[in-house]
């Protein structure tokens, strides 16, 4: 079965860094898009970034810049880095596959603190 988990996360101070990675087991990852989002209190889940099979991303507007999102393809693992953190990014990200599988990580908590 697909299964996706998330690590990295933690505590940061507003402008440090953070590098998440997700790696995934159950799947022809190197056929498989994959994504993160995030969810913060009290507010809905929202797309953070997407990476293709072949490599193109997207990413939201408030993390453009910012945010980078990569894949090994040999390692199976996406990864998120993070940088010029802000007190708004706080919430749970959660690593999703996306076609031909779909599936969600647990989840990892990220914290920035001003």
């Known amino acids: 079965q697909v299964q996706l988990v998330e690590s990295g996360g933690g505590l940061a101070q507003a402008g440090g860094s953070l590098r998440l990675s997700c790696a995934a087991t159950?799947?022809?990852?190197?056929?498989?898009?994959m994504g993160w989002h995030r969810q913060a209190p009290g507010k809905q889940r929202e797309l953070v970034a997407i990476?293709?099979?072949?490599?193109?991303?997207t990413y939201a507007d408030s993390v453009k810049g910012r945010f980078t999102i990569s894949r090994d393809n040999a390692k199976n693992t996406v990864y998120l880095q993070m940088n010029s953190l802000k007190a708004e990014d706080t919430a749970v990200y959660y690593c999703n596959s996306r076609g031909p599988y779909f599936h969600w990580g647990q989840g990892t908590q990220v914290t920035v603190s001003s």
């Open positions: 990476i293709s099979s072949g490599g193109t991303t």
């Open positions: 159950g799947m022809i990852f190197s056929i498989t898009g």
